[in-house]
């Protein structure tokens, strides 16, 4: 059975009423949120069929610059979506801090990724090229925002500890040091502990994609550790940046403690 | 020590003209929200003036390394700031943060006998009470052993008997070593008869008040 199975309109059809079936019980629940359930399947389903039929025409005129435009296009996605997931105020220079750290760490990884584990030839392949960015990016995405809103909460909450330290001649990275440490460990958490649970606790989307389309389970779990160490690569990377250099935008030239007045929403 | 010239924060502070001489000590006393706390800020240049000049030793503060002049003045806040660690991590924490070597178990034993505070250097310093961390954050910057030492009411949790005893060593100490302190009191008589200046702030601006306290 190397064959996928291919779904016929009524099959997938049928797979709606899992939707009908939630709807069905929020409204007999009275929990007020039909009109949400009903838009996010609409939404996930013109997404998909939209990003289905561009991929098809990506992937029949494979050429470098539609594949590096694809890959910007996902990053500008990512990046405002890092915005919009901080909740605490955010200074123009932490965004662009965080945007650059999201093009050099993902692209550095994911290009050493390309080129070097997989060997990809050529190196624009879009069929490799966007899926495998695409999970690069998502990833560093989620372990950004949650290091940028651990950073940002820290430094607050904690505003008297960092200049009790500048008192007592601390450059500003020793002052923030330990909250800097503290973002980057909750940052890469979720990536350690999904190194951990893979295989037993869940089989990750990419292995069952491919095994559910005929590949041997033996490829499919080398593409995965691959994967999942270029992932783990890309965020700590990409984290690492943001840590870094963030945390050095809540201090001045004079090097002073300067946060934006608006205090962080807890 | 420090030339101060129309200086400015706001309606905050508003000094036309100040010297502090070095090796003195001088008090300061004032209202709550009379500027005291951001006087000091101005002076290891935690916070800038609107308009206006300091200089420290002829030269404009502006022109001096923030992180250099923070490690020759050195500031202790009001509220005793603790770091995670025993108390013997917490005394050394001044000397770290500034690059210095650590002191030794000598020292730091000799230190807590100085500001008068009888706890073992392992302990958790959460645990002890109000007094005894400012004593100990009291003790962190001593141990640094700066060019100038600026205290934002370091007694202000201490009783009177312990206030006056540690104030006084601390004050024959700097005078001991020929360093210049400026110290925040909430006491006007220990104002009056610590310092070789005494200055009084009212909304912002300071009145050199030394030796006429008895006038007030």
């Known amino acids: 059975m190397n064959e996928i ?14 939707v009908v079936l939630l709807i069905l019980l929020v409204k007999a629940r009275g929990i ?37 435009f694809t890959l910007m296009v996902m990053q500008a996605f990512a990046v405002f979506n890092i ?21 050099l760490g993902t692209g550095a990884s994911l290009f050493f990724f390309i080129l070097v584990v997989i060997r990809l030839v050529p190196w624009y392949h879009p069929q490799y090229f966007i899926p495998l960015g695409g999970m690069i990016i998502g990833n560093s995405m989620t372990g950004i925002a949650l290091g940028a809103g651990k950073l940002i909460d820290g430094v607050h909450q904690q505003r008297q500890l960092v200049e009790g330290a500048l008192m007592l001649g601390a450059t500003p990275a020793a002052a923030v040091r330990p909250l800097a440490n503290s973002a980057f460990d909750a940052a890469i958490l979720p990536t350690i502990n999904s190194m951990l649970g893979m295989g037993i606790v869940f089989l990750p989307g990419m292995m069952t994609g491919q095994i559910l389309s005929g590949v041997s389970p033996v490829t499919a779990i080398e593409y ?32 002073q403690l300067e946060l934006p007045a608006e205090p962080p929403r807890s | 020590m420090f030339q101060i010239n129309q200086l400015r924060v706001g309606s905050i502070l508003d000094i036309p003209a100040l010297t502090i001489e070095p090796q003195t000590i001088t008090c300061i006393n004032g209202e709550s929200g009379s500027g005291k706390s951001t006087f000091l800020r101005l002076l290891n240049r935690m916070i800038s003036p609107d308009t206006g000049t300091i200089n420290y030793q002829g030269t404009p503060l502006e022109e001096i390394d923030p992180v250099t002049l923070r490690r020759q003045v050195v500031m202790m806040s009001q509220e005793p700031l603790l770091f995670p660690g025993s108390i013997a991590d917490n005394l050394q924490m001044g000397l770290r943060f500034s690059e210095k070597p650590d002191a030794s178990g000598t020292e730091l034993a000799e230190m807590l006998r100085f500001v008068k505070l009888q706890q073992p250097l392992d302990k958790d310093p959460f645990k002890l009470s109000g007094g005894e961390k400012q004593r100990l954050a009291l003790g962190r910057v001593l141990l640094m052993n700066p060019d100038v030492l600026l205290l934002d009411e370091p007694s202000a949790s201490l009783d009177d008997e312990t206030e006056s005893f540690v104030l006084q060593r601390v004050v024959e100490r700097v005078h001991q070593q020929q360093k210049t302190l400026l110290l925040v009191t909430h006491s006007k008589t220990l104002a009056a008869s610590m310092g070789e ?11 050199d008040v030394t030796g006429g306290i008895s006038h007030e």
Request: hydrophobic residues 50%; positive net charge.
């Open chain 1, 224 to 255: 995965q550790i691959a994967i999942m160490l270029g992932i783990t690569g890309s965020v700590t990377l990409t984290v690492f940046l943001m840590v870094f250099y963030g945390s050095r935008s809540f201090f001045n030239q004079q090097q």
């Open chain 2, 197 to 207: 200046k005494h200055l009084v702030f009212a909304h912002g601006t300071p009145r």
């Open chain 1, 5 to 18: 199975i291919q779904l016929q309109l009524w099959q997938l059809a049928a797979a709606y009423l899992f």
């Open chain 1, 32 to 68: 007020p949120r039909e009109k949400e359930i009903f838009l996010a399947s609409v939404r996930m389903t013109l997404q998909l069929i939209v990003t289905g039929y561009v991929l098809v025409l990506i992937f029949d005129n494979p050429h470098p610059a539609i594949t590096l």
């Open chain 1, 83 to 103: 915005y919009q997931r901080i909740k605490s105020p955010l200074t123009p220079a932490l965004k662009r801090i965080i945007a650059l750290a999201m093009i």
